[in-house]
């Protein structure tokens, strides 16, 4: 078996060549259906293609959030009882085509960049 | 001298400013949001309003506009730039200016006359303003609340750059006389080289006595009495 292998393996450095490009065009063949079609669920079929960005936005502590302290106010005069400190933020889903890898390090920077303000805010984000 | 007005999609203070400074006697001009170059302005002003909607944040999108890229290389050759309302958070969102401006403490937009302490007068903007003169001066925001961590407060101390803070009639730094939650009263910044400039209220709204008073025009007066003092005549 390990012979059999090693053959495959030192043999056909062309075919392996040949491999990745075709995965390639498969990967924008796919692109072009699923775009064609519009059906996004097709993608999660093909990892590292389609995936959606889930960010969350925060004030920081030291902010001050007359927001979240209105709503904390109003929690408390609905007659909730238990409401700490509430804090009021932004949430954005960004679709987003890309090896996994890189789209996290795109993500990351256009949230420093744009999506938030550093200065004042904080953000985490998933990809799903 | 000479005056380059920004207008972003969604200014509405774009022309006021062009009037007052016009009817000051001095020459100003709109510049719109998708040129490159300030020209052959001695000054820019990045005017009041809700440039593109205020979405995501006040100020967000305007930053990357290609007229901010002509803006930011201006004002690294020492070009004076002053932003006024959502200029000032233009400014800080594009990193011209320390901190950031965020919504006001009182949740309300607040429309009203204040009075303006200058805490600094070396600055071009500032300059020509008496010591301890207040100056009356409406604001007209809903995020004005100045913000930034406290080293960065105590940076702006140590440099003296803040230039304006909000007081009382009687020049006082109270609590009452800050309309918005600002850190320690702070109306107005300047940058490290003092050549950037942002504050919330607006001077172009009192540059005639026929509207409520004219204090706003100490401001202008200062920029332009700075630059004939300091302008390096351009080359021919």
Redesign the interface.
């Known amino acids: 078996m390990s012979a059999g292998y090693l053959q495959w393996d030192v043999k056909s450095a062309d075919s392996r060549v040949q491999f990745v490009k075709m995965h390639h065009s498969a990967r924008i063949i796919w692109r072009g259906f699923s775009a064609f079609f519009n059906i996004p669920a097709f993608s999660r079929l093909m990892p590292g293609l389609s995936m959606k960005a889930k960010i969350t936005i925060t004030?920081k502590k030291?902010?001050?959030d007359?927001?979240g302290k209105?709503v904390q106010n109003a929690l408390e005069h609905m007659g909730y009882t238990g409401v700490g400190d509430v804090h009021v933020g932004r949430y954005l889903e960004i679709e987003v085509e890309g090896e996994r890898e890189a789209v996290e390090k795109q993500i990351d920077e256009a949230c420093h960049k744009?999506?938030s303000?550093p200065?004042?805010e904080e953000y985490r984000f998933e990809l799903e | 001298m000479n005056v380059a007005v920004i207008q972003f999609p969604g200014s509405n203070c774009d022309q006021d400013a062009v009037h007052a400074l016009r009817i000051m006697g001095h020459s100003a001009r709109l510049l719109w949001h998708k040129d490159e170059s300030v020209g052959d302005a001695d000054a820019v002003i990045v005017p009041g309003g809700f440039s593109y909607g205020d979405y995501?944040?006040c100020g967000?999108i305007a930053r990357?506009s290609p007229v901010m890229q002509a803006v930011k290389t201006f004002a690294a050759e020492g070009g004076l730039v002053l932003g006024i309302c959502n200029g000032f958070q233009v400014l800080?969102?594009a990193g011209l200016l320390p901190?950031?401006l965020?919504?006001?403490?009182?949740?309300q937009f607040r429309c009203e006359h204040v009075y303006l302490k200058t805490a600094s007068g070396d600055s071009p903007f500032t300059g020509g303003v008496d010591a301890g003169r207040l100056l009356r001066i409406p604001v007209a925001h809903g995020e004005g609340?100045y913000?930034?961590?406290e080293e960065t407060i105590a940076a702006l101390k140590a440099n003296n750059q803040i230039l304006w803070q909000y007081a009382s009639s009687e020049g006082e730094l109270t609590d009452d006389a800050n309309p918005n939650?600002s850190v320690d009263n702070i109306a107005g910044v300047c940058n490290e080289a003092r050549n950037v400039a942002g504050l919330m209220p607006h001077p172009e709204r009192a540059c005639e006595e026929i509207i409520g008073g004219a204090d706003g025009r100490a401001i202008f007066e200062s920029m332009a009495a700075w630059l004939t003092k300091n302008k390096q005549p351009k080359a021919a």
């Open positions: 004030p030291a902010v001050l007359p927001q209105a744009l999506l303000n200065v004042i | 995501l944040r967000a990357f800080c969102e901190g950031a965020v919504r006001n403490r009182s949740l609340c913000f930034a961590d939650g």
